[in-house]
C-alpha cells in the first residue's frame, strides 16, 4: 500500500508541474487527499513519522530525497489539518521552506509564495520574511497593495532596477496585472538622468501605454526632450507632450508645470526659427511674442441680411452694465462637446456671430444669426446652444436706455474649427479676442466589417 501512495503521489507531483498557480495547488492537494481517502489510517502513520523526526524529514527534502511536489502536498495536509495529519501550521511552513530552493528564483509558481507568506511564522528571521514578501509582490503584484512589508520604496526601486526583475515587470506594465506602484517606479527611473534606466524612448513608449498620464508626468519629460544638456533633443514630441498649455486653456496643473510648460513652448518656438519654411519660422516669432502656442487667424465672417425689424438699433458689443449669471465672461456660452456630429465627420468649420434681441419693452425676444458660418447646421448648433443654455438669464434680462426700439446686442463669435497639426489638444475650448474657439474632437468611424473572414476584429475607435 505505501509503494501504492507513494506512486499516485509521484502523479500528483507531475501533474503540478504540469499546471500553474492555484489550479497546480489545487490538483496536488486534491490528488493528496484522494489518497487519503483510500487508506486515511495507514496514511496517519508518515504524519505521525514526520512530527516525530521533524528534523530528519526536512533533511531529506532539502537532500532530495522526497519530492518537491510530494513535500509540497505533505505541506498542503499539515497547513489544512484535513488529510489525517495533525494541523501544525509551523511545520507546515518548514515542510515548504524546504522544498524551495534558496535564494527564490523568479520562475517559482506564485501561490507556492502565497504559501510561505500565509504561513510565515513569527521567529523567522527578519531578511528571510522580507524575501518572501518581495516575491509575492514581484511574482504576483495584483495580491499586494503598496509596497512589500518590510520594504521601503528605495529599496524597492533598487531591486526592480535589476535586469531580471525590470524586464519582468515592465512586461506587464500598464496592464490589469500591473502594480500601480511598480509602474510608478519603472516611470520614474525612465526619466530620471541618474538613473542605470533612463531611456527616454522608454519613457514615451509608457506614455504611449498608460494614454492618461499626468499633466505634471507629461511636463517632465517634454522638459528633458528640449534639454540640450542631456542631448536627445525632440522638440515634435515635446509640443505634443505639453499640447494642454495655453494662456486663453484652462489647466489644473500645478503652477510649477505651469511655469515649466511655457519655458517649453519658448524652447519649441526658438527652434522653430531655424525652420526653411516661412510659415513655421513665422509661427515661432508669434510663440516667443505672446507666449500663446495657438495663433488662430480669425476666421472670415459673413455678414447676414438683418430682419426686418421697426426701429431696430445694432449695438457694436455688449452693453457692459448688461451681466449674465452664468455666463457672464461668455466662456460658458459652448463646450467643445457642442461640435456638432455630423459637422465634425464632413470635417465643416465655421464662424458664427449671435446677438439677443430686445423688444420696445426692454425684455429678451429671441437670439438672431448675425454672421453665418456658410453650414446651416453650424449656424443652428450655436443658435441652440447657447439659447438651451441661457435662455433662464437672458429671460431675467431688461435692456433700459433704448425705450421704444428693438434692439440686437452682440454676443461672442463662435469659431467651429476642425484640429490641426501643432494645434491644441483636440476637444478643448477657449475663449479670447472676443472669440470663443472650439476645436471639435475628432472621432475615427469605424470601418465595414470584412465578412470573407470567419472571425474578425471589432474596428478601433480613436477619442
Known amino acids: ?18 499546471l500553474q498557480g492555484p489550479v497546480a495547488r489545487a490538483s496536488t492537494c486534491n490528488m493528496f487527499r484522494e489518497v487519503v481517502a483510500l487508506d486515511p489510517d495507514r496514511w496517519r502513520e508518515p504524519c505521525y513519522n ?25 505541506a498542503e495536509a499539515f497547513a489544512t489539518g484535513d488529510s489525517g495529519c495533525t494541523e501544525d501550521d509551523d511545520f507546515a511552513f518548514e515542510i515548504a521552506n524546504a522544498a524551495i530552493d534558496w535564494p527564490l528564483n523568479k520562475n517559482i509558481q506564485p501561490w507556492k509564495i502565497d504559501f510561505l507568506d500565509y504561513h510565515v511564522p513569527e521567529y523567522l528571521n527578519e531578511e528571510r520574511k522580507r524575501m518572501i514578501s518581495w516575491f509575492k509582490w514581484i511574482g504576483n503584484p495584483t495580491r499586494v497593495d ?8 528605495d529599496e524597492a526601486r533598487q531591486q526592480i532596477l535589476r535586469e531580471d526583475h525590470w524586464e519582468r515587470v515592465r512586461a506587464r506594465f500598464g496592464s490589469f496585472l500591473a502594480n500601480p506602484l511598480q509602474d510608478k517606479l519603472l516611470f520614474e527611473a525612465s526619466i530620471d538622468p541618474e538613473s542605470e534606466r533612463f531611456d527616454l524612448d522608454e519613457a514615451l513608449a509608457m506614455v504611449s501605454i498608460l494614454g492618461d498620464v499626468s499633466v505634471e508626468r507629461k511636463t ?17 514630441n515635446a509640443a505634443q507632450l505639453v499640447a494642454w498649455y495655453s494662456p486663453f486653456l484652462q489647466s489644473e ?12 513652448w519658448a524652447r519649441i518656438a526658438q527652434n522653430m526659427l531655424d525652420s526653411i519654411d516661412p510659415a513655421i519660422r513665422k509661427k515661432g516669432q508669434a510663440i516667443l511674442a505672446t507666449g500663446d502656442p495657438y495663433q488662430d487667424e480669425p476666421m472670415a465672417l459673413n455678414e447676414v ?17 448688461l451681466a449674465l449669471t452664468r455666463g457672464q465672461n461668455f466662456d460658458r456660452l459652448v463646450a467643445a462637446n457642442d461640435y456638432p456630429s455630423i459637422a ?25 444669426i448675425l454672421i453665418s458660418s456658410g453650414v446651416e447646421r453650424l449656424d443652428e448648433a450655436a443658435r441652440r446652444t447657447v439659447l438651451r443654455r441661457l435662455q433662464p438669464d437672458f429671460k431675467a434680462l431688461i435692456l433700459k436706455g433704448f425705450s421704444g426700439n428693438n434692439v440686437l446686442a452682440p454676443l461672442p463669435v463662435i469659431e467651429w474649427k476642425l484640429p490641426r497639426a ?8 477657449r475663449y479670447r479676442n472676443g472669440r470663443i474657439i472650439v476645436t471639435a474632437q475628432m472621432v475615427e468611424m469605424p470601418v465595414a466589417l470584412d465578412t470573407s473572414y470567419g472571425c474578425q476584429d471589432w474596428p478601433s475607435w480613436k477619442n
Not at 509503494?3 to 507531475?14: F, N
Not at 519629460?221 to 536627445?232: K, W
Not at 501643432?422 to 475650448?429: D, F, M
Request: glycine share 14%.
Open 146 to 153: 503598496g509596497l512589500p512589508r518590510g520594504w521601503t520604496e
Open 1 to 18: 500500500m505505501n509503494l501504492l501512495i507513494g506512486r499516485m503521489l509521484a502523479g500528483a507531483a507531475t501533474l503540478g508541474l504540469l
Open 344 to 368: 465634425m465627420r464632413q470635417e465643416q468649420e465655421g464662424a458664427v456671430g449671435l446677438a439677443a434681441l430686445f423688444g420696445p419693452d426692454g425684455k429678451f425676444s429671441d437670439l438672431v
Open 305 to 321: 441680411q438683418l430682419p426686418q425689424i421697426p426701429d431696430l438699433i445694432l449695438l457694436k458689443k455688449w452693453p457692459d452694465g
Open 253 to 264: 496643473a500645478e503652477p510649477v508645470s505651469i511655469s515649466k510648460a511655457k519655458w517649453i
Open 422 to 429: 501643432g494645434e491644441p489638444q483636440p476637444g478643448s475650448k
Open 50 to 74: 514526520a512530527l516525530r523526526d521533524r528534523t530528519g524529514f526536512l533533511g531529506r527534502i532539502t537532500r532530495g530525497a522526497l519530492g518537491e511536489e510530494e513535500a509540497w502536498g505533505y
Open 220 to 236: 517632465r519629460i517634454a522638459e528633458l526632450l528640449v534639454d540640450p544638456r542631456i542631448g536627445h533633443l525632440d522638440y515634435h
